[in-house]
């Protein structure tokens, strides 16, 4: 065999995204790109704010010495300040540079925040529907995925059977709010109860249990919808993210981990993560995008237009038929397949040059998702090919 036995299963049965992203290819080939309508991938179609560019314009003309060098693992002070400043206005808590690692990317984030905190055997609590890859990262670092369903109704946080699931093995549980792929934003009110579930189990199992809040789309939220800040909450809790969504850089690879600062043992954990940094590869994060994101931490991409699609296609797939929660946030319908077999509904829907992911890929089966990060006027072409997927799926 040319490669891990493993690693061969893992590619057989990956990313589902990928995979219907891939197939836009072959349909754009054979119909033309205007008679396509890809849904498939959480890839934001807008451009970075204006003060990005003209950030980047400023340092790529002053060009300070040293710019490219290494620095510390965690990052440059300052940056770390400027993420510590915002979460300590979120959060209410003390939060400082020293609780702050740069990384690349939430997905880099998640790694280092695994490795440092997984013995091999344990458990992590992930909840479906979850961002298919965090399976494969917790296999990474040794871990074993526990999938715990939220409410099929609402989406929202099922607290008692998170309090089931937990055992001796559990070291943490992730979640994503708003989230991917539903678009719910998990209240106050859950996060309170979830952290007094938390402190029960802890005095109970006499050990930390983590809570990961994963918050790429923290910034995304519609109505006037507050995304409230984990760490009033969990004292043993991290926030992992990046500014691929908030700021429209997902090439760029950058974001942070940000510890509690209340939490157990919290200079030692974040000596292991800034060690995982480097020993996993990462290193550091992008000196550039470090020097541009700490003068951003207050801007944010125009959610309107996010807020416009995500109304355009609610409306008329609701009206024809078509059932789902209203997301509050992020930028992805998450519907109630029409069809039992969620696969069978999603290669029905490529009849029609529909391109969806189909909720087995994120581990709830019977739903499919749509990311509506894509031009408004793709999404306006494509009603007339959703009405006549509703009429061939037996909808009114």
Same mark, same amino acid.
């Given at each position: ?5 493993? #690693? ?14 891939? *197939? ?6 054979? !119909?033309?790109? *205007? ?18 560019? *003209? ?12 710019? !490219? ?5 965690? /990052? =440059? ?11 300590? $206005?979120?959060? /209410? ?21 695994? %490795? ?87 005095? *109970? ?6 809570? #990961? ?41 950058? /974001? =942070? ?7 157990? !043992? ?45 109304? #355009?296609? =609610?409306? =008329?797939?609701? $009206? ?23 696969? $069978? ?5 490529? %009849?029609?040059? #529909? ?36 009429? $061939?799926?037996?909808?009114?």
């Amino acid at each position: 065999m040319a490669i891990a036995a493993k #690693i061969q299963a893992c590619i057989e049965g990956s990313s589902w995204i990928r995979k219907m992203f891939e *197939e836009g290819g072959r349909l754009r080939a054979i !119909h033309g790109a *205007e008679n396509v309508f890809d849904f498939t991938l959480g890839n934001p179609n807008v451009e970075p704010p204006r003060k990005f560019d *003209e950030e980047l314009l400023a340092i790529a003309q002053s060009s300070p010495p040293g710019i !490219h060098r290494y620095m510390n693992n965690a /990052g =440059y002070d300052d940056c770390r300040a400027a993420v510590a400043e915002l979460l300590a $206005e979120k959060s /209410g808590l003390e939060v400082t540079g020293s609780q702050i690692m740069m990384t690349c990317g939430a997905a880099g984030a998640l790694n280092v925040a695994l %490795k440092t905190m997984l013995n091999p055997g344990e458990e992590v609590i992930i909840l479906s529907p979850y961002f298919v890859e965090y399976k494969f990262y917790i296999d990474n670092h040794g871990g074993v995925p526990v999938v715990v369903p939220t409410n099929p109704d609402t989406f929202q946080l099922d607290i008692p059977a998170i309090e089931r699931a937990i055992t001796p093995r559990t070291r943490a549980l992730i979640i994503c709010s708003p989230n991917n792929p539903t678009g719910v934003v998990y209240p106050a009110e859950s996060l309170r109860d979830l952290g007094l579930m938390i402190q029960r189990k802890e005095r *109970e199992l006499e050990k930390p249990l983590y809570v #990961i809040s994963d918050e790429p789309y923290a910034r995304i939220a519609y109505d006037g919808v507050v995304v409230p800040n984990l760490f009033p909450y969990v004292d043993n809790s991290l926030i992992v993210t990046s500014h691929s969504k908030d700021l429209a850089l997902p090439g760029e690879r950058i /974001g =942070y981990l940000a510890v509690n600062p209340r939490m157990t !043992h919290v200079e030692l954990f974040m000596e292991g993560a800034i060690f995982c940094n480097r020993t996993l590869g990462f290193v550091n994060a992008p000196a550039l995008m470090q020097r541009l994101v700490a003068k951003l931490q207050r801007e944010s991409v125009d959610i309107a237009p996010y807020q416009e699609k995500r109304d #355009i296609l =609610y409306h =008329y797939l609701t $009206e024809m038929g078509f059932s789902m929660v209203r997301p509050d946030g992020a930028f992805y319908l998450f519907p109630r397949s029409p069809l039992a077999d969620d696969v $069978e509904f999603v290669r029905m829907a490529q %009849k029609h040059q #529909i391109l969806l992911v189909p909720g087995a890929g994120f581990g709830a089966p019977g739903f499919f998702r749509i990311a509506y990060c894509v031009d408004k006027a793709m999404i306006e072409r494509s009603l007339p090919a959703w009405r006549a997927l509703a009429q $061939e799926a037996g909808l009114r």
